[in-house]
């Protein structure tokens, strides 16, 4: 299924964007309206091969979650690279209950990311909260979403071997 779904974003992209689908993604999504439309398949979902197991998460919710926990991730990654785990799961916690608390109550009616915060950490927060799957998550929740730390590069690094956004290499 999370290919499907996979599948069905990059058309949505495609449509939206006016690009043209290429001839594979338009036989599987004509193939799938044909069914629909036939009524070989009860519903656009079956057609399109979308079923939650039963008692599972619907699928337009699991691609919510999928968007929210890759902003979440890349904004760890971009942004609190050099913190541990621990610290970027306190950072990334505290900035999502803030931006809940104030711009998100205006940003919410957006449906595109303000210019101003492209390359900040608000632009991953807005992607995040954005997406559509519940916001702010718990610590808790987020040790499972952001992944285990791995070694900062020189490159990566400020001059002097100072991190960004960590009081200059500090924990």
Request: overall charge positive; aromatic content about 6%; proline content about 5%.
């Amino acid at each position: 299924m999370l290919q499907t779904i996979n599948l069905l974003d990059e058309i949505s992209q495609r449509c939206i964007s006016g690009n043209a689908l290429d001839p594979e993604q338009a036989r599987w999504l004509g193939d799938a309206l044909r069914r629909f439309l036939t009524r070989q398949s009860l519903t656009i979902e079956e057609a399109l091969g979308l079923r939650s197991a039963r008692g599972g998460v619907q699928w337009r919710q699991e691609l919510a979650i999928r968007r929210r926990n890759a902003a979440l991730v890349e904004l760890g990654r971009r942004h609190l690279f050099c913190k541990s785990v621990s610290a970027q799961v306190r950072a990334v916690h505290t900035m999502c209950v803030r931006y809940a608390a104030s711009a998100w109550q205006y940003d919410r009616h957006c449906v595109a990311l303000p210019t101003a915060y492209a390359g900040q950490p608000l632009e991953f927060l807005w992607k995040a909260f954005a997406a559509g799957a519940p916001m702010p998550l718990s610590e808790r929740q987020l040790r499972n979403i952001l992944p285990p730390q791995t070694t900062v590069s020189a490159a990566d690094a400020l001059p002097g071997g100072r991190c960004p956004n960590n009081n200059g290499g500090r924990n």
